[in-house]
């Protein structure tokens, strides 16, 4: 054992003494280099090694050494990367921090701060006081500094109220003030934005920056409420109304308010109270003052299919100066809606056959009036009325007759039930039935009276009767019809011919000669009775053989010969109600010439053919017509012209 050690300890003298040797012969001496194997040899964890064991240990302990060399460079250039990238940002953020924190001239509109304050809550039409204050967080003065304040005019209004207020320079860290008032308008509990910008320069620059920031307020109150008084439900063809009340809220007077309402598709209107100021749907209600009510009521009626709804739109506002029929500032609105309903009992009128709400009759016209009825419920209706209200100025109660009915004429009132007529007694679910009466309108010249004015005759129908539901009775059903006849005014003329008498002098023989002229005068005389009538205008037609002369007895009058068509036309334009009768006489003579032929020889030749009149009733709205016959040489209203009508040799 011993033994052992000591060579061991030899061996590794000789080791040691070979590796410090600087004479590199006694490493090489002897050797023979030769490519390492390593799977051929192994280490021992002993130290006795022989040689050629040494000289593998030593070249594999050379080149693991090269191996780490070339790792350690590996590792090292990862190294210097990864601390080239820390000093970089931490270069970077401290730039950063620099430039927030340093002295910087750099401007954001972020370092401006806009506070307002003032009530979020205001009363239509009064003043609300804004105060807003201005800071500028900065580091360099804002210049030339303006405030803007911006805010709606109206309810649902387009336009804008802007106020503008120059600040000037609002120094870094300096925090400006400036109070505005504004006077909001809208709805009640509708919110309105207030508008502030600022708008501001910066020394050296010629941009213009902007903050702006948004105030709510909501209105406590409209400046004008509207309220109304209208039906929810109504059948077509029934007359509606709508009364709709205006107040001021405010505690200063308000100028210049309109009204204006916009109608439904199917509505008809019928009058209003006080009248329009425009059209059928504008007011001019002035000025209002505090607390002082405005009243409109709006008559018409709706017409619809069942189930269809119609919406009344309703504005109040400043009126436009510009446009006579719009409102430039909208205070406030409303909107009703009315659905349309089946009638539970439907009842229709036809005036001779034609159902018509509006018709037009000449005086003195026998009428028919054929009175329709039907059950629309799924049950049977009983103890049925049915009543027809006459009343107007044109009716002859005289005339009124009818057949299984009773005419109260102290009530103006015609009446079925089931003790005039046993089918009223109960009316079946989809029943129908009908009955008449008859009627004409008095003469408008009556008695030699004054011409009746606006004549017409109102005919109102109810039917109604008891519906049992489980054999108690639930309800009263009934409906109600309306309708008017208006009565035509009688427009007339009369044309007459004459040679002895009138305003013009004629020459010729009389009775005419075949060959030899012989003038007459043709004279138009218009009557007119109850209503004023527009547009008016008569014609008539030369024959061939009659010459137009041109004298007329007024100068006055539009009265023109079309030589192509051979038509006198006299434009008469309107006539006056009562002219001819209570008032004086509207006529125009003119002078035709006759040259008769040996072939009209014992014959009385026509000097103008038919007289046409025409004119449009501005009451009624009908067209007029009135014709008179021709005129020959039958003179049998002039003096001496009778017996000398017929042309001889």
Excluded: C
């Excluded at 953020?93 to 750099?106: E, M, P, Q, T, W």
């Excluded at 009344?312 to 409102?327: L, M, P």
């Excluded at 909107?335 to 089946?342: N, P, S, V």
């Amino acid at each position: 054992m011993e033994e052992n050690l000591k060579d061991q300890k030899d061996s590794l003298d000789d080791l040691k003494r070979k590796l410090y040797s600087r004479n590199k012969d006694i490493l090489n001496r002897g050797k023979i280099r030769q490519k390492i194997n390593p799977s051929k040899y192994v280490i021992k964890d002993q130290w006795g090694l022989k040689p050629k064991e040494e000289t593998i240990i030593s070249s594999s302990w050379q080149k693991n050494l090269e191996m780490n060399m070339k790792k350690s460079s590996s590792v090292s250039i990862f190294k210097k990367i990864f601390i080239f990238a820390f000093i970089f940002f931490i270069l970077a953020l401290g730039f950063a921090v620099i430039k927030f924190f340093g002295n910087s001239n750099d401007i954001s509109t972020s370092n401006v701060g806009i506070n307002i304050l003032g009530s979020t809550f205001a009363e239509g039409g009064e003043e609300v006081n804004l105060q807003i204050e201005i800071e500028n967080r900065n580091n360099t003065p804002l210049e030339l500094s303006d405030l803007l304040i911006e805010y709606p005019k109206g309810s649902g209004s387009a336009e804008f109220e802007r106020i503008r207020k120059s600040i000037g320079t609002i120094e870094s860290g300096q925090t400006a003030n400036e109070s505005v008032k504004v006077i909001l308008l809208g709805e009640q509990g509708s919110s309105k934005e207030v508008k502030v910008t600022l708008e501001f320069r910066i020394h050296g620059s010629n941009a213009v920056f902007q903050k702006e920031k948004s105030y709510p307020i909501v209105i406590s109150s409209s400046p004008i409420s509207l309220s109304i008084e209208a039906p929810e439900k109504t059948t077509s063809n029934q007359e509606i109304t709508l009364k709709i009340i205006t107040t001021l809220n405010t505690q200063k007077p308000t100028p210049n308010i309109r009204f204006k309402v916009e109608y439904p598709a199917g509505f008809q209107f019928e009058s209003s109270t006080p009248d329009p100021f425009s059209g059928n749907n504008l007011w001019d209600l002035g000025d209002l003052s505090p607390g002082v009510e405005r009243t409109i009521v709006i008559k018409g009626k709706l017409l619809g299919q069942s189930g269809d709804e119609r919406s009344f739109r309703i504005y109040s506002g400043a009126k436009d100066f510009n446009d006579q029929s719009a409102i430039k500032v909208v205070y406030n609105s409303l909107l009703h809606t009315i659905a349309i309903e089946r009638p539970f009992i439907e009842i229709n009128l036809f005036m001779n056959g034609v159902n018509e709400d509006e018709y037009n009759l000449p005086s003195q016209t026998d009428t028919t009036i054929n009175v329709e009825w039907v059950n629309n419920l799924p049950t049977k209706i009983d103890n049925v009325e049915l009543d027809i209200s006459l009343t107007g100025n044109a009716l002859d109660k005289h005339s009124v007759k009818t057949l299984n009915g009773f005419y109260d004429s102290s009530e103006n009132k015609i009446s079925w039930n089931k003790n005039t007529s046993p089918i009223f007694s109960s009316i079946e679910p989809g029943e129908r039935g009908s009955v008449n009466f008859n009627f004409s309108s008095l003469s408008l010249l009556a008695n030699n009276q004054s011409p009746i004015e606006n004549p017409e005759i109102f005919l109102e129908a109810s039917i109604k009767g008891q519906q049992l539901s489980q054999g108690i009775i639930s309800q009263e059903i009934n409906s109600l019809k309306k309708k008017v006849i208006r009565i035509n005014s009688d427009l007339q003329i009369v044309a007459k011919g004459y040679y002895y008498s009138g305003p013009l002098t004629n020459t010729g023989p009389i009775p005419p000669k075949a060959g030899e002229k012989t003038t007459y005068t043709i004279i138009w005389t218009l009557a007119n009775s109850s209503n004023k009538v527009s547009g008016a205008m008569a014609k008539t037609t030369l024959p061939l053989y009659v010459s137009w002369l041109g004298n007329v007895s007024s100068s006055s009058e539009d009265i023109t010969y079309n030589e192509l068509t051979r038509e006198i036309i006299w434009k008469i334009g309107t006539v006056e109600k009562g002219t001819g009768f209570s008032g004086p006489t509207k006529e125009i003579a003119f002078q035709v010439e006759l040259l008769p032929s040996v072939s009209q020889i014992g014959s009385t030749p026509q000097l103008v053919s038919e007289t046409i009149l025409t004119g449009e009733d501005t009451f009624t709205k009908a067209s007029l017509k009135d014709t008179r016959s021709s005129i020959n040489t039958n003179l049998y209203n002039d003096i001496g012209g009778s017996g000398n009508d017929k042309v001889v040799e």
